[in-house]
């Protein structure tokens, strides 16, 4: 089960702030084109483990850059995330 605080240290790594950085750079681009993204868009050029990738964007709405539009009964990979 995906628990975001088990995953956020992992975050703050090397590789996870290469990788961080990637998932803010293309959730800004997919704001821009389309004011809005799926988890599944952000991720697609991601590599690695699920839990790890949706933690980068669960820190994105924590920065508040982002907020999540969608209720709690839809699948991770289908949340909607906008501007925040």
Do not use: C
């Not at 990637?22 to 699920?50: I, P, Q, Y």
């Amino acid at each position: 089960m995906y628990i975001y605080e088990n995953e956020k240290p992992k975050i703050f790594t090397e590789e996870g702030q290469r990788d961080f950085l990637k998932v803010r750079d293309r959730a800004h681009k997919l704001l821009t084109e389309a004011g809005a993204f799926e988890m599944f868009a952000v991720l697609k050029d991601v590599g690695g483990d699920s839990w790890l990738q949706m933690a980068y964007v669960d820190r994105l709405v924590e920065l508040g850059e982002i907020r999540e539009i969608t209720g709690d009964d839809i699948a991770g990979q289908n949340r909607v995330f906008v501007r925040a």
